[in-house]
């Protein structure tokens, strides 16, 4: 029986895909440099040199439309290969991918390099900023890798409220570098804070932990305070709102307020950052807890807050003592009996000095 041109077709991708194989021709998937030969309304032609004749079509006729408006024969750009037996047995080209891959090629390359770049920013949303890098290739900056200057500090951390204070980068500019490239998930992550460590890491080689140092609040968050070094106000440190004192506190504006001028001791070092502390240089109220409280003696108390668990009432020393809720019932129960602010007579029930807890009931 005389061969159908099929078989011929696929003989021929067969050879070539032989032969491409044990070379170190382009394989699929490969980038490769391509001459316009016609365009037609629903394919293109080009020439491969060595490779013969690949064809765009479908879909990515569509998706190449721009790139092919402005070519003419003879011109010249690069392909990515998408099939070594296309269509017509030319092997099938994409000029979309092409380019995409050249800009995650770009981003990797700079990701390594760790070169500064200009990052444009497009859009926000409460997790961080939307950015253009490289040319044309989207990236995220989160916000934990914001610098500490452009760090929304949002009291009690309002997702609403950190969106709407990074909408004001919206048409800007910021120095980052890329930090992570995955184009498989089809995401690259940028870093502000990143361009900055380098020579934060450089200055802080000046400070060793443990000691206290002279800074003033730049802003205050839900979970702690943020200070500028008096005698170097490129360093900016974080005291956690746990390191503001002994005692609970709902929210560091009770203890400080911006432009305060404060003494901290550092408590850590890290990755260009610096922790620091202001209740380690305070004396520890429960090294006296239990010489000021003994078991069943009835103490006056003001209510701080309600929890889940109870309330937490305030007792002489500056230490904290809790009323457990089942004392109440429940909720509703405490809150009617309860009122914030207010003072009540209670009974020491537990003192647990080293567990830094004091339980308290009702007077009955």
Known sequence: MPQTEEPKASAVAAAIKTEISTTDWPKEGSVVEVTLLKKLPRKAYF???????GIVFGVEIANAREALRALKP?????????????????IELSLSEAGK??????????????????????????????????????????????????????????????????????????????????????????????VLSANVKELLNAYTIGQIVDCMVSGTADFGV???????????????????????????????????????????????????????????????????FKPGETVQGKVYKFNPFGAVVALD???QGMVHIS???????????????????????TVKQEEKRITLKTKK
């Open 47 to 53: 020439d491969m040199g060595r490779f013969g004749t």
């Open 74 to 90: 003879g011109d010249s750009l690069q392909a990515k290969i998408v099939a070594l037996d296309g269509e017509e047995g030319n």
């Open 101 to 194: 891959q050249k800009l995650w090629q770009l981003a990797k390359d700079l990701a390594e390099s760790g070169e500064v770049i200009k990052a444009k920013i497009a859009g926000a949303n409460a997790g961080g900023l939307m950015t253009v890098v490289a040319d044309d290739l989207k990236a995220f900056l989160p916000v934990s890798q914001l610098s500490l200057e452009h760090y929304p500090k949002v009291p009690d951390g309002d997702r609403i409220k950190i969106a709407e204070e990074l909408k004001k980068f919206v048409g800007q500019e910021l120095n980052v570098k890329i930090i992570d490239v995955n184009p498989r998930t089809n995401k690259v992550i940028v870093s502000e804070r990143e």
């Open 226 to 292: 943020f200070v500028r070094f008096t005698d170097n106000p490129q360093i900016e440190g974080m005291i956690h709102i746990s390191e503001l004192d002994y005692k609970l506190i709902d929210n560091p504006k009770e203890l400080v307020k911006v432009n305060d001028p404060l003494k901290a001791k550092i408590i850590d070092i890290k990755e260009g950052r610096v922790f620091l502390s202001l209740k380690a240089l305070k004396e520890d109220p429960w090294v006296k807890a239990g010489e000021l």
């Open 317 to 319: 020393g500056d230490l």
């Open 327 to 349: 004392e109440f019932g429940g909720q509703d129960e405490m809150k009617k009996a309860l009122t914030i602010g207010e003072s009540y007579p209670f009974v020491i029930d």
